[in-house]
Each structure stands twice: as structure tokens, then as C-alpha cells.
């Protein structure tokens, strides 16, 4: 149907004499492309002079112009009628339907992905890059991201190599240089034509089936005409670098080496095993995988433009290719001429109608594809291109010709597409359940992170709020854990978080678990067994809403909380272990522990038929695995600390491995320590006494030291009864178990012991050596090594159980329990973290009863163990880096600071302590005895000594430390709350107190100190002290006149606020209620003048001021002053206000009037006659009236945060705070309370201890000047 067109509008002076088209409509099955469109829209309308038509006209082109399904969404839309006629809230609605929230991530993973594809131009892949880079919002660093993507992204590597090396490059640059380097090739081309070379499609057919060989002629056409064949892999698809090839760290099956595949391995082993029936597919072009016998394709289901269609996986084809029957132009658009001759089997010609471009989508990856369409096909093949775009297969392992099975986990589980597809979910959510007696925790501010990690934190923050792990919190929560960084694998970010102050309230569920010899009778006879691992295990269990509360964290972008289970939480591996027995129940032939699951049987048919079965529960319950860590179709594993194979049931020879090993005394100490050990366990070992006796003689005082044949007999004997039952006992889950962990100087020791029967008796035994960084550690760090070691050792014994640890390093069971985190030096730290995983309890125990762990650390295997040491040695120096990046310190800084430290002969000695151990015994000189009580904290790491996580500052640096703690002149509790994060050494926070105190800018700018609040005393009887005070209202000055007993108040206006009139107006007020004893004032000229003294005199009172810039001290009279103001400007008729006021009952209970006259008045409230009558009784008013200056003295010293201040002393120096910034010298106390005389250059004042600052002496820096400005923060 023909595209309709509309007329250009003509206006006045016509822009466009000539027919506008209409823009193509748009595509509703691809919202993506409506930015597209309306762009193209909005230059129709500018163009044809519809922008100048009205609204009305506007929209209904416009949504003719897209189609009929735009009716349809526009009735959807939430808008009125008037709107719907409205063209810009039209486009909005629009757009807000059509462009869906950008999520920043997957657009910027996009765009730094994207490479310039084959045979596309440069100028096509520029435009592609820009249109990426609109949704990846990089701002100003949009143009140089472009010019890296392009230059990374580029088809010719030379060409990017030549590019990378130039520092001054633009974009602008870059784009040249490419459209130039493509001009010449395609001139090149052009004058030296060349014969155009054909891709193979459905390459397996290229091999004969009769003898499951290649097609030798195809082979060897296509080798001469492809690249160089990849040495490691045997592929020709791969960039030249040896990290992008597929072989880079995967296992030789041929000669066990690392690197390579067996279809190129040069092993001499490797040739001699080649047979015509059994021979590794060397050749194949790019990298086919075949089989003799039919084992049937892989299929898998992929989106083309959103449209699902079944594909066939055949690495094989160069290109993705479908047949003419799946063809829809309506999704896949029109047809392009296809650029290459496709051959098939033979090299036969392959029709093709053409090719169009797609958008490819498979488990949540994208990629952009060449499609072509072929007539006759008779599958949809899915190419080797989109095949590793997608991530189909992880990895291609080498495949002989005579298995008939595939080995690698990715090929039986691409038939379970679901179950490698993201973050799992249970149907079972976790809901914690705390103890009656808990106490919410939380912290108030986050650990401090420096700002250059700060976006790779925000970035793994939005990551997990992305995969729905946590969310943002914005409502108020009791509970809020800290938030610590620590680096995985690759260096990337992990966010753990120190659930320590929940884990003691949760309420444990106690899971049954089957005993070993259970487990172990079901394994009886199996051949062949597979071990699967389940991805991020406890993220796929998702959190109860009511107990994500309880899992608030603090961040410094805000508070988050996880709506899955979190890492860290006691009782998960519980939880996580029930929830897996019970997806598995009924299944035969499998086991689990946790997030590992085997399966087993007596044949490789039945294993197959079993490992389908627990596949397929396991993608029924919402379970993803990580394919990478499975384990399939293997003959021989560990499990329950035994081996399984087929040839029957056998204990795991390491658990006794570090005691069979263990080497021989070499003096008595030693073999005094063994026998220790040894007579622990007496009660198991019958005639252990005469076993030893070689050995005991050695012991006695006047022997000689001699090892001969009796004593290596003896010594052997003695190992082999303690290797052996009754004394290794059979592990038994449901048993309590405690790991004793032991550090020497140069070697770990441990052992599993099993509560049996009332007795401990030994589970498995374990020991190593010491890395050379290892024997640097402080000692407290190599025992916190050893606990954190042992329980990764007999990880599949104790996870998902309570148990207890033993150490004999008393300061270590406090660090590996209670203390916070960030309090802790880098290695604790990262020894707590590698610890969550676990539920255990620490205790202490003297040295001399950890007989066994004491010698097996003492005569360590030299050899590593197979629970990667040497993995968690390399996380523990990743930490420590990372730790060293997140120090508050430039490297120049760090440097002075480790050469100031090495120069001290306190501090150097201190680190030799801690290299070491600490005297006990010795007496101390007083400079190092203050960092030996803080010696289980302090730590070496890269030649600085830290206390936790803080550094310790040489004495001669300690005074420019203080200025930069200090710099912006911030109080004392923010400079320690600074170097709490940052510094340390004994006595700084009395260094930071002196030293801000005697600042004298601080000095100058100092808050007036507030002490707390004195009452004046109530006087002993009505109108005896009253309080005057003047105020102006809209231009009428009044007088007002307080009774400071009753709070009866008088109020005149006053023509002029003279002392006349103040007089006069003072005067018929006294007639009325007689002349009081005191009349407080504050210091105003009229209460200050000579007329004024001599009124008073004449009444026979006492004139009271209060002190100088303080209002406060005529409390009673500023108060009346502020109800005055309010009654007159809400009140018609002042004098009713008044009477009401004098009427209403006050805090004790009693009315102004009542108190001051003894009766109650009249009203036009109707009121009994009886309470009309006088009465008087003041001692019930008196008693409420104190406790009501009690509460009223704790509310303000509360608000005010008041301190009582020590009296100042005569002849003190101050500064004056209010008024002009003037020093004096203070004389002595004044007539009034908390008021001093003070004596300036002006002369005598009267001050209030409020405003009088004793003078400290001036703070100096190194250099001797005089702190005055803020320095810069290095710190």
C-alpha cells in the first residue's frame, strides 16, 4: 500500500513549493526505534509547515503518520480530552510509553562492547557509537569515550595499535585516520583484485561419516585462505592476544598442563595415544565439534528482534543463517544482497536471498548479527559468531571421536538454558526470627571511603539493586549494620557487610542432617559422579518484607536493604541447607552439602539418567548453577572426608596427612611436645606407655641426646595409633565439633575434633607452612591466620553447623567476635570477612593444653594443602592494598610517614615487638609500655605500623598532624572524630583537646559557654520584686510592670519612653498595689538616669539591673514583654485580654490574681459564687512552684547541653564575647550572681561568666608561628 502524502502547508511566504511524503510508519513491535522516528517527525513537520497548523491539526497527523495501532495506545493513555488536542502533552505521553526507564548499566555495557563489525564502514560504525552513547549519560566525557571505543573497537588491530600509541589524539583525529586507512584498502582492492573468499556454512558435513574424518581438501582450502592458526587453541577466530583465547587457563586433558588444548598439545604422550578410533579433532575448522555416533544436535532458543525462534548450534558455520519459511520482513525488515558466496558440503554453491541485520537475545545477553536467509535450509543454524557473542558455550574443550558423550558441563547444560540464566529464586522466602531480649543495633554514620573508589562502589551498589539483591531505603529502621569493601578475583569490588549485632539475637532452626555412614551407604558401588555448584547460593533464597528490615546497611549513597538472603547472616547456611534437601527430596542417586550437590550412580547410562533428573528439579525450583565450577562424569571424588571412586569407599588420606608426615623431634623440647599430645589421648591408646618408652627415655636429665632405630620405631608407632580408630573417629554431623588452631613461627596447625560419647576425639588433622609474607605477620595476625585457615581447611565438615574455635592467644577471641570491623587492622579484617560464611563461638585456653595443634604448627607439611592457602594469602595481600588505597594519605605522604616511623627508636622497636611477640616478663620503658597496652592491635602492613585500620604517627610528626586534623578550625569532637578514621598514637585525644583550646582563632570565634539554668528565688510574698521592661506595637510604646511571685502584670502606654513618663506611669501602678522591695530593670538610658535613682530612693526600693548584652537575668519581665505583644496584636479590646490572662491558672495551678490578691475574678465566664471568695494558702503553690523550676532547670540544660563551670579566678585573663571583641582582666565577682567585674583599657565593666573566655596560650606550629588559618587536608 502506497504511503499516503500530505500537502506542504503554504504560508505566507511559501518554504517548501514541492510535496512532503509522510514518514514510514512506525514499528509498535520495536518501541526502541520511536527516538528514531519522531526525530524523522519532527523534520517532516518543520518541513511541510505542519508545525505552524493548530494543536488539533497537529495531533491528528501525527497519529495518522504512525499507524492504526497508535489509536490504540493513545486511548491507553491517561489524558484528558483536552490533552489528547494538546500536541506536547501528546509527544510526551508518547514518549514516556515508548522509551522505558534507561538503565545505565546495560547501556554502557552495551557501547563498550560494540566493535566494528565485518565489512561494516567506519562512518556506519561512528553513527553507531553515537547513537549508543545517548543513553549511557557520560556527560562531558562523552566525545573521549567515543574516541576510545573507536579506537579499541576498530576491525583493523594495526590500524588501533597505531592509534593507541599517539597521547594527543581527538576524535576527530581518530575518525580521520580510520576513513583514510579504509579509502586506501578499498583503492588497494580496487587496483589488485583478488579472488573473493567463500564462508563454509553447515561446516559439519565438511566431514566424512564413514570414517568420522575431516574433509581433508576443505581443510586445507580454508587454512590457506584464513589467518594463522592459534599454537593454544588451534582456532583462527580470536584477536592475537593471549588472554582473549579460549585455551587461556583451562586444563589439558591429554597432559594435564594448563594453557592449551589437546587437539595442539606437543606432548610426546599426546601422539602416542592418537588412534584411527580415538583421535583428537585437530584440524577442524573453526573448531567444529563432531561425533561417530549421533548424539543428536543442540538446540536452543533465541530472539531474533524479539522474535523467538529454535535455533541449531553449529559451531561450524561462519555466519547464523535461517531458512525462507522463518523469514517475516514485518520483524526482520527488508533484505540486503548478501556480501559473501556461501559454500556448502563439498564446496557446493549456496543460494541465498539475502541478509538483513538483527538484534539477537539469548538468557539476557544481546549481540548484532548478520542474518542470512537460505532458500531450502532446512534448520534456523545459529553461527559460531553469535555463539560466543551470546556466551553459549563458555568454553570449547577438546572432544574426541570415540566418547559418543560430552564431558563439558556447558554442553549438557545448554539443555537447560534456564539454569545458567542470571541470579535463581526459591519459592521459599527466609524470614529471620530474633529473641525476646533483642537489642536493635545500628550505626549512625558509614565507614569512610576515598573518592576514587567511590564510583566503583556506587557501580557494584547499583549492580546488586539491579539483580533485586538489595533496595534503597528512605524510612527511619531500628537496625542498620556498616557497610565494609573488600576485592574479589579480578578486582572487582565484593560488598560484605557485618551482620555481628543481629547474629546474637536471631533465633536458630535446627536442620537434620543425615549421618555419614548414611551418606556413605548410599554412594556404595557407584562408578561415576558429577558435582554441581549453585550460583551466588544464598542471593537465589529470597527475604521475608518483614525481616528485610533487620538487614539495613549503611553506605555513603544512602541506607540499602537486601531482599535476598544475605551473606553474612548465622543462621543462612541452616536455612539454605533445608531448602536444598527439600528440592532434592525423593531423587536418587544425589547428596548435597550446602551449594555443592553430587550425584551419583553404578553406571555412566544411570549417573546420566540421574544428573537429568536432578537438572531438571533444580531448574523446576528456581535454581541457576554456576557452570563454570561443575563437575561432570567424573570417576573418582571427595566427599564427607573420604574418596569415592570406583573402586569403593576409602578415607581421605589428608585428614591424617599432617600427622603422618610429621618429621621426627630434633631435641627434647620437641619431643616432650609429641608426647604431650600423645598422652592426651591415652585413654584410647592401650599400652601407649610402652609404645613410648624410646621416647621417654630421652626425657630423663642425664641422658643423651640420640634418634636411632628404637625411638624412630617408637615415634612411627605412636603417629600410626593416633591416625587410626579408636582414636580418629568417623565425622558425624549431628555431633558437636571444635576446630583448635595453632600458629607457630613458621607453620599452622590444626585439628577437628568431634564431641563422642562425653570425649573429644580427632576428626582429621591438618597443617602447613608459613608463606615468607606469612612469617612477616604480627603474631596475633598469624593465630587469627590459623583460625581462619583451619576453618576453610574442614570447611565441608562445619559448614552450615555451630562450632567452637580454640585459640591460645587470648586478645584474639575479642577481635574475632565482638570487635566492629573497621576497628580492625587489614588482615583481621580480612580474616573476620573470609569467617562470615561460618557459625561458631571463640574461647581462650592456655597454650599448654593445644597439644596437638601446638605440634603439627611446630613441624608443618611443606607442602600447600588443597584448600587454596595460598588463594587466601593472595586475598589477604589484596586486601591489604586495598586497605593501604582507602588510607586518608597521599603515597608522598605514606612515604615520610613509613621513614619517620623507621627512624623513632620507640616505633622501631614497637614493630619488632610485633613482628615478634611482646615481652611478659621484661619490664618496659614507660615510652613503649604505652603502645604495649595496645599491642593486639597494632599490625605491620607495607612498612607502617597501624592501630586497626589507623596509622600511628612518629612523635615528630605529631604537630603538623594535629594542624591538619585541625584544619577548617572545627571543635574538639569532630578533629577526634577525623583522626579516628585516619590517625593515632597514645594520647591524642588529650593532644586534640589542648591543642584546640589553645587556638586562638578558635579562641575569638568561640560559642559563649552556657551554664545551667539559675532561677531567681520566689520572693516571700506577693508584689516584694517586680520586673519592668519597655517594648514598642505598631508604633505605641508600652510599659510593662511584672509581679515576679504572682506573674501579675500591668500594662501602660506610654506617649514617650522618658524617665518622666516611665515615673509617672510607675507611680499610680504603686498606688494601686503598694511600692515592692526590689525593681528589676535591664540597662536602658531611662533606668540608668539620676531621676530614676531618686524615684526609687523615694519609694524606698532597690533598683537591680541585670548584666550588660544578657536579657536572660530579667527572665521574668522578658517573657511578659513577648505575652503583652501577643495579646495586643490579637485582641480587640486589650482590657478583656488582660482580665482573662490575670484569671487563667498558670503551671502550679493558681491564677495571677489569686496569688497576687488572694481571690479569684470576676469573668463573663460563668463560674460557682463559691470560688469567688478569698482564700489564701501559699504553701501548696510554693511546693508545686519548685518542682516546676526543677523540671523546666532539666528541660533547658538538656537543650542547652549545659556544663557547670568552675568560678573564674581574679586577676584571670579573658576575652570579652559580647560587644566589641576587647580583652581585660577580671577583678573579682560582681553584686549579682555569675557576674564579674572585669577592668579593660576602657575602665571597669560588669560582665556575666557567659560572656567572659579565659584566655588559653596560643597554639604554635613546628615552626613556632602562631595558628591562624586553615591548611589544606593531606590527611
Known sequence: MATPTVPAAQPATPLNPFVVELPEKLDFRRPEEWKRWFTRWERYRVISGLKKQDDETQVNTLIYAMGREAEDVLASLKLSDAEKLNYVAVTRAFAKHFVPRTNVIYERAKFNSRKQEAHESVDAFVTELYRLAETCEYGDLKEELIRDRLVVGLADTQLSEKLQLNAELTLEAAVTAARNSETIKQQQKDLRPQQQTPAAIDAMRGFSKSKGKPNQRLQKTQRDQTAPMCKWCGLTNHPPSRTMCPANGKICSSCGKKGHFAAVCLSASTKKKKSAHQAVLEEVYLGQLTDQKDSGPWRTDVAVNDLPMKFKVDTGADVTAIPTSLYNDQVMGNLEQAKKQLLGPGRTKIRTVGLFRATLRWNGRVCQEEVYVIDKLHDALLGRPAIKSLDILPSLLEVTASTGKLSDPANILCHYPNLTAGLGLLKTEYRITLLPDAKPSAITYPRRVPLPMLP????????????????????????????????????????????????????????????????????????????????????????????????????????????????????????????????????????????????????????????????????????????????????????????????????????????????????????????????????????????????????????????????????????????????????????????????????????????????????????????????????????????????????????????????????????????????????????????????????????????????????????????????????????????????????????????????????????????????????????????????????????????????????????????????????????????????????????????????????????????????????????????????????????????????????????????????????????????????????????????????????????????????????????????????????????????????????????????????????????????????????????????????QGQQYNRRHMTSTRDPIQPQTAVRILSGPPITGTVIGPAHTPRSYVVSTAGGLTRRTSKHLQPLQPVATTRSGRAVRAPSRLDL
Open 456 to 1191: 566503583c562502589v556506587k557501580r557494584e551498589l547499583e549492580r546488586m539493586e539491579n539483580l533485586g539483591v538489595i533496595r534503597k531505603v528512605d524510612e527511619a529502621t531500628e537496625w542498620c549494620a556498616p557497610m565494609v569493601v573488600a576485592k574479589k578475583k579480578g578486582g572487582e569490588l565484593r560488598i560484605c557487610v557485618d551482620f555481628g549485632g543481629l547474629n546474637k539475637y536471631i533465633l536458630r532452626e535446627r536442620v537434620v542432617m543425615p549421618t555419614v555412614d548414611e551418606c556413605l551407604a548410599r554412594l556404595a558401588g557407584a562408578t561415576w559422579f558429577s558435582k554441581l555448584d549453585a550460583r551466588a547460593g544464598y542471593w537465589q533464597a529470597p527475604l521475608a518484607p518483614e525481616s528485610q528490615k533487620y538487614t539495613t546497611f549503611l553506605t555513603p549513597f544512602g541506607r540499602f536493604q537486601f531482599l535476598r538472603l544475605p551473606f553474612g547472616i548465622s543462621t543462612a547456611p541452616e536455612f539454605f541447607q533445608r531448602e536444598m534437601l527439600r528440592v532434592l527430596e525423593g531423587l536418587e542417586g544425589q547428596a548435597c552439602l550446602q551449594d555443592d550437590i553430587i550425584v551419583f550412580g553404578r553406571s555412566r547410562e544411570e549417573h546420566d539418567a540421574r544428573l537429568h533428573k536432578v537438572l531438571q528439579r533444580l531448574q523446576e525450583a528456581g535454581i541457576t548453577l554456576n557452570a563454570e565450577k561443575c563437575v561432570l562424569h567424573q570417576q573418582s571424588v571427595r566427599f564427607l572426608g573420604h574418596i569415592v571412586s570406583a573402586s569403593g569407599i576409602s578415607a581421605d588420606p589428608e585428614k591424617v596427612n599432617a600427622l603422618c608426615l610429621l618429621a621426627e623431634p630434633t631435641d627434647v623440647t620437641e619431643v616432650r611436645s609429641f608426647l604431650g599430645m600423645a598422652n592426651h589421648l591415652a585413654k584410647f591408646l592401650p599400652g601407649l606407655s610402652q609404645l613410648t618408652k624410646p621416647l621417654r627415655d630421652l626425657l630423663h636429665s642425664d641422658a643423651e641426646w640420640c634418634w636411632d632405630k628404637p625411638q624412630q620405631e617408637s615415634f612411627s608407632a605412636v603417629k600410626k595409633a593416633l591416625t587410626t580408630t579408636p582414636v580418629l573417629t568417623h565425622y558425624d554431623p549431628c555431633s558437636h565439633h571444635t576446630v583448635s588452631a595453632d600458629a607457630s613461627s613458621y607453620g599452622l596447625g590444626a585439628v577437628l575434633l568431634q564431641e563422642t560419647a562425653g570425649q573429644r576425639l580427632p576428626v582429621a588433622y591438618a597443617s602447613r607452612s608459613l608463606s615468607d609474607t606469612e612469617t612477616r605477620y604480627a603474631q596475633i595476625e598469624k593465630e587469627a591466620l590459623a583460625v581462619t585457615w583451619a576453618c576453610e581447611h574442614f570447611r565441608p565438615y562445619l559448614l552450615g553447623l555451630r562450632f567452637h574455635v580454640e585459640t591460645d592467644h587470648k586478645p584474639l577471641v575479642q577481635l574475632m567476635s565482638s570487635s566492629r570491623l573497621d576497628e580492625l587492622s587489614p588482615r583481621l579484617q580480612r580474616f573476620r570477612m573470609r569467617l562470615m560464611e561460618f557459625d561458631y563461638t571463640i574461647s581462650h585456653i592456655p597454650g599448654k593444653e593445644m597439644h596437638t595443634a601446638d605440634v603439627l604448627s611446630r613441624k608443618p607439611q611443606k607442602e600447600m594443602d588443597n584448600c587454596s592457602p595460598r588463594s587466601l594469602s593472595k586475598a589477604i595481600v589484596e586486601h591489604e592494598l586495598l586497605t593501604m588505597e582507602l588510607l586518608p594519605a597521599s603515597q608522598d605522604m605514606l612515604e615520610n610517614i613509613r621513614a619517620a616511623q623507621n627512624n623513632d627508636p620507640i616505633l622501631a622497636r614497637v614493630k619488632d615487638y610485633c613482628m615478634t611477640s611482646w615481652p611478659k616478663e621484661v619490664a618496659l620503658p614507660p615510652d613503649v609500655q604505652r603502645y604495649a597496652e595496645f599491642a593486639h592491635e597494632l599490625t605491620q602492613v607495607d612498612g607502617i605500623l597501624l592501630k586497626g585500620s589507623r596509622i600511628v604517627i612518629p612523635p615528630s610528626m605529631q604537630s603538623d598532624v594535629l594542624e591538619r586534623l585541625h584544619a577548617g578550625h572545627q571543635g574538639i569532637g569532630r578533629c577526634r572524630a577525623r583522626a579516628t578514621q585516619s590517625v593515632w598514637w597514645p594520647g591524642i585525644n588529650r593532644h586534640i583537646q589542648s591543642y584546640v583550646s589553645r587556638c586562638p582563632v578558635c579562641q575569638q570565634h568561640r560559642k559563649p559557654h552556657t551554664e545551667p539554668m539559675m532561677h531567681a528565688p520566689l520572693p516571700k510574698h506577693p508584689w516584694e520584686a517586680i520586673g519592668i521592661d519597655l517594648f514598642c506595637v505598631d508604633g505605641v510604646n508600652y510599659l510593662v510592670v511584672v509581679d515576679y511571685y504572682s506573674r501579675f502584670f500591668e500594662l501602660k502606654k506610654l506617649k514617650r519612653t522618658t524617665t518622666e513618663n516611665i515615673t509617672q506611669a510607675l507611680s499610680q501602678i504603686f498606688a494601686r498595689f503598694g511600692a515592692p522591695a526590689i525593681i528589676r530593670s535591664d540597662n536602658g538610658p531611662q533606668f540608668a538616669s539620676a531621676q530614676f535613682k531618686t524615684f526609687v530612693k523615694e519609694w524606698g526600693s532597690c533598683h537591680v539591673t541585670s548584666s550588660p548584652y544578657f536579657p536572660q537575668s530579667n527572665g521574668a519581665a522578658e517573657r511578659t514583654v513577648q505575652t503583652a505583644k501577643q495579646l495586643i496584636k490579637k485582641s480587640p479590646n486589650i482590657s478583656k485580654a488582660l482580665l482573662a490572662h490575670r484569671d487563667t491558672p498558670g503551671k502550679e495551678g493558681f491564677t495571677p490574681a489569686e496569688l497576687l490578691m488572694g481571690r479569684r475574678l470576676r469573668t463573663d465566664v460563668p463560674v460557682a459564687p463559691h470560688v469567688l471568695k478569698p482564700s489564701w494558702s501559699t504553701a501548696e503553690f510554693r511546693k508545686r512552684n519548685e518542682a516546676y523550676k526543677v523540671k
